[in-house]
């Protein structure tokens, strides 16, 4: 499995800004696609963001397009996750997800990071 630690949460008003990093380590990077995924209180968890391996193939919920931003850094072991034009309405607990090449399912799981929004 590899490891995954996020950062960069915090408060903001809304119409502002946050990017969000999320560290990888224990295998090798460039083997998973990457998610980012989000949970508000009383609500279940749901995909904002996804990126394939190479970077090349991003998909991004209904919610954050044209907002959000998913990238990564193969060499620095990092995906990213810009966010623009924040609302309250993206108030939650933002986890870092990885997936094995050809699995289907996001195995690996960071401890997330907090990010609220007030207006």
């Known amino acids: 499995q590899v490891q995954l630690v996020e950062s960069g949460g915090g408060l903001v008003q809304a119409g502002g800004s946050l990017r969000l990093s999320c560290a990888a380590s224990?295998?090798?990077?460039?083997?998973?696609?990457m998610g980012w995924f989000r949970q508000a209180p009383g609500k279940e968890r749901e995909i904002v963001a996804r990126?394939?391996?190479?970077?090349?193939?991003?998909y991004y919920a209904d919610f954050v397009k044209g907002r959000f931003g998913i990238s990564r850094d193969n060499a620095q072991n990092t995906v990213y996750l810009q966010m623009n034009s924040l609302k309250p309405e993206d108030t939650a607990v933002y986890y870092c997800?990885?997936?094995?090449?050809?699995?289907?399912?996001?195995?690996?799981w960071g401890q997330g990071t907090q990010v609220t929004v007030s207006s």
């Open positions: 224990g295998r090798t990077f460039s083997n998973y696609d």
């Open positions: 997800a990885a997936r094995r090449l050809h699995n289907t399912v996001f195995s690996s």
């Open positions: 990126i394939s391996w190479t970077g090349g193939s991003t």
